[in-house]
């Protein structure tokens, strides 16, 4: 309800602003509509899916002089919108592409953005008989209403569109996948294919915003290429707000109207107090005008929301196989082998803990097992299935399930907000144990305050509510109290009982590994040397040599 008064009023506004403004202030309004529509765009790569792009007027420059050279050279209209529309997604798609497939994506993404925009000022500039070179070109305006109107519309279809995708079961997997990619794939998203669509579609919408900037600029010319645009639009999204729609508008419209005002006889000034205004926000404000609101709003809980949306269980078919068969499993860093051949099967329902002395194998093995590690040589088989190229979440989509040393959860979301993303894709609705039940009805805090138990309650709670066959776990007691431990250890048996899935556990502490374990396999400089039960291992020659340091 809040919701519709806040978009009512700007839009009752926006409908009836010919009637009362005169037409330079209408225009300088389009003008910062587009410009708003420009910014909406680039939130959606650098506010929603966390990728931070220093060039985006490469994108709403190909939309401007899209309709700038339709014009000057009688193309049609429709085939030049078209055009650009696809050369934008195009560029986007090899950009996200090449800056998601490196370890820190935001050093490829701000370069190639940025070259790219440079390269097409350039070509701007140079092939001045198309072009118009460093004159650019003029477009013709239809009237001064007539341009509102139509920008106004198409600004307004936009953004609608773009709400419904942020709304909508992607758009909870791109609040997942720009916040904490690892635990995203861990619930079987496709982190990189969920954030080069978000990309694209932010190009998209920023060549949208250019091809209305034309009529309304009256003049497209190189510079619409530039990095002075590409920083402004940055400027406005950080004023306004990242993740919100009212918040760039409404700092694209008032910045530059300022700019019409003001820049135009007091320019240098009109730049200093815009950089003042600026560091003050970064400063003072990170979450901008938008995010200070909703904060204020939201007091105390978790100021991102999941969109709510029902759950569509994936199909995974039933098998006799082993959970997990692994075979002469070998890697190596350099010239270090860390795992050298190692035999391991894991079958339903039993628990195999993994124990060995530090820098044996045992978290690479995990690492390897997830799919976060490819190994050198060996197979690997997940439920029947060879898994071994297959990445994090389609591996999770066959039905594994992971903690880590580090418990990893959407730090920005409720307890509930997590638990509910967890379940998204789950095969079957799962009722969580009753230990958990007090975290998937928690709106009101924000996960990352939790405290390290808690969390580490949350984690489990989330790779329960996946409904997994097997679960990998690294030292899943660590930093915990001798109560909160022994909980866990029940909480863990009880699943496995429950469930009848399967669990492949690392563990140093003797103790937990005797409450957990159905079998215990030993590794030791990255070969399994003992298997069997609790008993067996540590009374195995071999083992006691190298583990426990014995004769
Ligand atoms: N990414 C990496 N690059 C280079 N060496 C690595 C990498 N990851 C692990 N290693 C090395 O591989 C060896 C095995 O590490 P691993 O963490 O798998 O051992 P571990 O048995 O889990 O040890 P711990 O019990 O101390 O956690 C160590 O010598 C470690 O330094």
Same mark, same amino acid.
């Given at each position: 309800m809040r919701g519709a008064v806040f978009f009512a009023v700007p839009a009752v506004l926006l409908a009836a602003a010919p009637f009362g403004l005169s037409a330079f202030t209408l225009a300088v309004l389009t003008l910062g509509l587009t410009y708003g529509l420009f910014a909406y765009g680039l939130d959606l790569a650098w506010?929603? /899916?966390?990728m931070l792009s220093i060039g985006h007027a490469a994108f709403f420059g190909l939309g401007a002089y899209a309709v700038a050279l339709a014009e000057k050279h009688q193309w049609p209209l429709a085939v030049a919108l078209l055009s650009a529309l696809v050369a934008g997604a195009m560029i986007a798609l090899v950009i996200a592409r090449i800056g998601l497939a490196s370890a820190v994506p935001d050093a490829p993404l701000i370069l190639l953005t940025l070259g790219v925009g440079l390269l097409l000022q350039k070509a701007a500039t140079s092939f001045t008989p198309v072009t !118009?070179? $460093?004159?650019g070109l003029t477009v013709s305006d239809p009237g001064v209403v007539t341009t509102y109107y139509r920008t106004l519309v198409v600004a307004a279809v936009v953004v609608g569109l773009g709400s419904w995708l942020v709304r909508s079961r992607f758009g909870a997997q791109l609040i997942a996948a720009a916040r904490n990619p690892e635990r995203a794939e861990q619930t079987g998203i496709d982190t990189v294919r969920v954030r080069t669509i978000a990309f694209v579609v932010s190009a998209t919408v920023s060549t949208i915003a250019g091809t209305l900037y034309a009529p309304v600029a009256g003049l497209v010319s190189p $510079?619409?290429?530039?990095l002075a645009l590409s920083t402004s639009v940055l400027v406005w999204l950080a004023v306004g707000g990242?993740? #919100?729609?009212l918040g760039p508008f409404l700092a694209a419209v008032v910045l530059t109207a300022g700019q019409q005002l003001i820049g135009s006889s007091w320019q240098s000034w009109y730049l200093l107090g815009l950089a003042a205004v600026f560091i003050l926000v970064v400063q003072v404000l990170p979450g901008g005008v938008a995010g200070a609101v909703r904060g204020w709003l939201r *007091?105390? *809980? /978790?100021a991102v929301t999941l969109p709510r949306v029902r759950h569509r269980p994936r199909v995974v078919s039933a098998t006799d196989e082993p959970a997990l068969v692994l075979q002469g499993i070998s890697k190596s860093f350099g010239p270090v *082998?860390?795992? +050298?051949?190692v035999d391991l099967t894991v079958t339903p329902g039993r628990c195999v803990c993994l124990i060995g002395p530090n820098g044996a194998g045992k978290s690479t093995l995990l690492a390897v097992v997830a799919g976060q590690l490819a190994a050198d040589a060996g197979t690997l088989r997940l439920f029947g299935r +060879? /898994?071994?190229?297959?990445p994090v979440h389609a591996r999770v989509r066959l039905g594994l399930g992971r903690m880590f040393q580090i418990p990893s959860v959407?730090?920005?979301? #409720?307890p509930a907000d997590n638990i509910r993303l967890a379940r998204l894709g789950a095969p079957a609705e799962i009722e969580l144990p009753e230990a958990y039940q007090d975290l998937a009805a928690d +709106?009101?805090?924000?996960?990352? #305050?939790?405290a390290l138990a808690d969390r580490r309650r949350l984690e489990l709670a989330m790779v329960l509510s996946g409904a997994p066959r097997l679960v990998l776990l690294d030292e $899943?007691? /660590? !930093?915990?109290?001798p109560d909160d431990a022994r909980r866990l250890v029940s909480a863990l048996r009880d699943v496995i009982a429950n469930t009848g899935c399967a669990m492949l556990v690392v563990e140093h502490d003797m103790d937990i590994v005797r409450g957990l374990a159905d079998d215990v396999a030993a590794l030791h400089h990255g070969r399994v040397i003992a298997h069997g039960s609790m008993d067996e291992v540590v009374a195995d020659a071999a083992v006691r040599q190298a583990y426990l340091g014995a004769s």
């Amino acid at each position: 309800m809040r919701g519709a008064v806040f978009f009512a009023v700007p839009a009752v506004l926006l409908a009836a602003a010919p009637f009362g403004l005169s037409a330079f202030t209408l225009a300088v309004l389009t003008l910062g509509l587009t410009y708003g529509l420009f910014a909406y765009g680039l939130d959606l790569a650098w506010g929603r /899916a966390g990728m931070l792009s220093i060039g985006h007027a490469a994108f709403f420059g190909l939309g401007a002089y899209a309709v700038a050279l339709a014009e000057k050279h009688q193309w049609p209209l429709a085939v030049a919108l078209l055009s650009a529309l696809v050369a934008g997604a195009m560029i986007a798609l090899v950009i996200a592409r090449i800056g998601l497939a490196s370890a820190v994506p935001d050093a490829p993404l701000i370069l190639l953005t940025l070259g790219v925009g440079l390269l097409l000022q350039k070509a701007a500039t140079s092939f001045t008989p198309v072009t !118009g070179g $460093p004159n650019g070109l003029t477009v013709s305006d239809p009237g001064v209403v007539t341009t509102y109107y139509r920008t106004l519309v198409v600004a307004a279809v936009v953004v609608g569109l773009g709400s419904w995708l942020v709304r909508s079961r992607f758009g909870a997997q791109l609040i997942a996948a720009a916040r904490n990619p690892e635990r995203a794939e861990q619930t079987g998203i496709d982190t990189v294919r969920v954030r080069t669509i978000a990309f694209v579609v932010s190009a998209t919408v920023s060549t949208i915003a250019g091809t209305l900037y034309a009529p309304v600029a009256g003049l497209v010319s190189p $510079p619409v290429f530039g990095l002075a645009l590409s920083t402004s639009v940055l400027v406005w999204l950080a004023v306004g707000g990242r993740e #919100s729609v009212l918040g760039p508008f409404l700092a694209a419209v008032v910045l530059t109207a300022g700019q019409q005002l003001i820049g135009s006889s007091w320019q240098s000034w009109y730049l200093l107090g815009l950089a003042a205004v600026f560091i003050l926000v970064v400063q003072v404000l990170p979450g901008g005008v938008a995010g200070a609101v909703r904060g204020w709003l939201r *007091r105390g *809980r /978790a100021a991102v929301t999941l969109p709510r949306v029902r759950h569509r269980p994936r199909v995974v078919s039933a098998t006799d196989e082993p959970a997990l068969v692994l075979q002469g499993i070998s890697k190596s860093f350099g010239p270090v *082998r860390v795992l +050298d051949g190692v035999d391991l099967t894991v079958t339903p329902g039993r628990c195999v803990c993994l124990i060995g002395p530090n820098g044996a194998g045992k978290s690479t093995l995990l690492a390897v097992v997830a799919g976060q590690l490819a190994a050198d040589a060996g197979t690997l088989r997940l439920f029947g299935r +060879d /898994a071994a190229a297959l990445p994090v979440h389609a591996r999770v989509r066959l039905g594994l399930g992971r903690m880590f040393q580090i418990p990893s959860v959407i730090a920005e979301l #409720s307890p509930a907000d997590n638990i509910r993303l967890a379940r998204l894709g789950a095969p079957a609705e799962i009722e969580l144990p009753e230990a958990y039940q007090d975290l998937a009805a928690d +709106d009101n805090t924000v996960a990352g #305050s939790l405290a390290l138990a808690d969390r580490r309650r949350l984690e489990l709670a989330m790779v329960l509510s996946g409904a997994p066959r097997l679960v990998l776990l690294d030292e $899943p007691a /660590a !930093g915990l109290g001798p109560d909160d431990a022994r909980r866990l250890v029940s909480a863990l048996r009880d699943v496995i009982a429950n469930t009848g899935c399967a669990m492949l556990v690392v563990e140093h502490d003797m103790d937990i590994v005797r409450g957990l374990a159905d079998d215990v396999a030993a590794l030791h400089h990255g070969r399994v040397i003992a298997h069997g039960s609790m008993d067996e291992v540590v009374a195995d020659a071999a083992v006691r040599q190298a583990y426990l340091g014995a004769s």
